[in-house]
């Protein structure tokens, strides 16, 4: 038994190479993606082995973009608190602030399609801060307005202008610092709720898509994830072992979040809606 467990393994791991050298040919033969589907090739790891990291990653595990590339870093585009900052310091140190921290941090995200992203919608809009609770006249503001009449931090608002997109990145403070993708537009879920303080997050609206301007160009780093589909609900039980990947806090301040330097993985287990709805 042990030889046909053997045999089993050898096949699988020759299939899996044969897999992964055909759509790295299908991949430098055709730009337009016309030699594979999305749905027949999302969700593969073109490489399953991480380069060698040359940082030591504190209170996490290291991973790298090979590992998750559907992986997204979403960051708000020049906020006005860090512009104002910037404006009071040397031109040649402000550059060599924005170098030293590397790409921002707002939110995570998942390439579900060349064009497309999932996000939450709480990294999108919001209505409260770490103190207080977004209030009239700004919680009816859209974000155009909130741009012009500068609501307060509890009050977020984003459009697409203000979200940098970016993709295969394992080390957010190497350099040279990654091309950012641009937002076209952003789609709520239509059941969040904008006026509520929290609105109504644990009702599982929390959900947002975005809309690149242009196509990605799929790699070993950078690689759309299979959306669920019906078929799929009886492999999300109660206690199912999952991983999360992510530029996840590492510390907080009583000014800031510290987030990971390198991508980390972490391993998680479903809960039930019940238990998520009580925390």
């Avoid at 585009?77 to 009071?88: L, S």
């Avoid at 609105?199 to 790699?219: W, Y």
């Amino acid at each position: 038994s042990s030889c046909v467990r053997t045999v089993a393994h050898q096949s699988r791991a020759r299939m899996d190479i044969l897999v992964r050298t055909f759509l790295l040919f299908s991949l430098v033969c055709s730009s337009s993606s016309d030699l594979i589907t999305l749905d027949s090739a999302c969700g593969v790891l073109l490489q399953d082995t991480c380069p060698e990291l040359q940082k030591f990653v504190v209170a996490g595990v290291p991973s790298c973009a090979e590992k998750a590339p559907w992986n997204v870093i979403l960051e708000r585009r020049g906020g006005r608190r860090k512009r104002e900052a910037e404006m009071m310091m040397p031109d040649n140190l402000a550059r060599r602030r924005r170098a030293a921290t590397g790409v921002g941090i707002l939110c995570g995200g998942t390439l579900i399609s060349s064009k497309y992203v999932v996000t939450a919608a709480h990294c999108i809009w919001a209505n409260k801060g770490r103190v207080r609770t977004c209030r009239e006249p700004f919680l009816s503001m859209t974000p155009e307005e909130c741009s012009q009449n500068r609501c307060p931090a509890e009050c977020l608002r984003l459009g697409p202008q203000d979200i940098n997109v970016y993709l295969g990145v394992t080390d957010r403070t190497s350099q040279p610092r990654p091309r950012a993708a641009r937002v076209r537009t952003i789609f709520l879920h239509p059941n969040w709720d904008k006026k509520s303080p929290l609105n109504n997050i644990t009702s599982g609206h929390d959900l947002a898509v975005l809309e690149l301007v242009k196509p990605v160009t799929f790699s070993t780093t950078v690689w759309p994830i299979c959306l669920p589909a019906s078929s799929d609900r009886p492999l999300v039980t109660e206690d199912t072992r999952v991983e999360a990947f992510g530029f996840g806090v590492r510390e907080i301040t009583d000014n800031e979040r510290i987030y990971a330097e390198i991508i980390n993985k972490a391993t998680l287990h479903i809960s039930n809606q019940r238990e998520c709805r009580l925390v």
